[in-house]
Antibody, heavy 120, light 106 residues
Framework: QVQLQESGPGLVKPSQTLSLTCTVSGGSISSGSYYWSWIRQPAGKGLEWIGRIYTSGSTNYNPSLKSRVTISVDTSKNQFSLKLSSVTAADTAVYYC????????????WGQGTLVTVSS | EIVMTQSPATLSVSPGERATLSCRASQSVSSNLAWYQQKPGQAPRLLIYGASTRATGIPARFSGSGSGTEFTLTISSLQSEDFAVYYCQQYNNWYTFGQGTKLEIK
């Protein structure tokens, strides 16, 4: 059974960089059969896809966030990471990592989510 | 960006009754649509992909239909554990989600 687990600081100051890591267990991130994504959800609101990475390191980002987002992968640790720069209060949200099978596009496994608050 | 619009925002249904949730895309997404269930404090759970295929372990009372721009999620006989928020998501052109439908007990 695949499991994803987000980790990182729960509080980030405005204008700084938010950094989160997703650790995958129960399966290899290098299997080549999946895209690995970050998705966020402000309190009481809907879901927003941030971006994705493939095992090769190839990335795609939501155009609305592209200028501030970097997603990377560390296959040796079975992890992928998110960096979001120049954060504001509008970036306060629960951040999820999730897996999407190649060629389908639905998110079949999700992490439990981690709340990141942007505040001074 | 493809905009996904769900209706109604809130649906009140009694246990044992049928619930019908709608999702409309701003342009055709073919059958590249998924449905998720989310309960408070939990991550979304995949219910349906390919517009009509149930994900592993999803009860048969959940069914999806539609293609192009109009989609429906039907829950045939509501159980207590089905009251939650439901999201549709298109993956025809990157990924976008609807704003959700809250299914509440009547």
């Amino acid at each position: 059974q695949v499991q994803l687990q987000e980790s990182g600081p729960g509080l980030v100051k405005p204008s700084q960089t938010l950094s989160l890591t997703c650790t995958v267990s129960g399966g290899s991130i290098s299997s080549g059969s999946y895209y690995w994504s970050w998705i966020r959800q402000p309190a009481g609101k809907g879901l927003e896809w941030i971006g994705r990475i493939y095992t090769s390191g190839s990335t795609n980002y939501n155009p609305s966030l592209k200028s501030r987002v970097t997603i990377s992968v560390d296959t040796s640790k079975n992890q992928f990471s998110l960096k979001l720069s120049s954060v504001t209060a509008a970036d306060t949200a629960v951040y999820y990592c999730a897996r999407a099978p190649l060629g389908i596009g639905d998110f079949d496994y999700w992490g439990q989510g981690t709340l990141v608050t942007v505040s001074s | 960006e493809i905009v996904m619009t769900q209706s109604p925002a809130t649906l009140s249904v009694s246990p044992g009754e049928r619930a019908t949730l709608s999702c409309r895309a701003s342009q055709s997404v073919s059958s590249n649509l998924a449905w998720y269930q989310q309960k408070p404090g939990q991550a979304p759970r995949l219910l349906i992909y390919g517009a009509s295929t149930r994900a592993t372990g999803i009860p048969a009372r959940f069914s999806g239909s539609g293609s192009g721009t109009e989609f429906t999620l039907t829950i045939s006989s509501l159980q207590s554990e089905d009251f939650a928020v439901y999201y549709c998501q298109q993956y025809n052109n990157w990924y976008t989600f609807g704003q959700g439908t809250k299914l509440e007990i009547k």
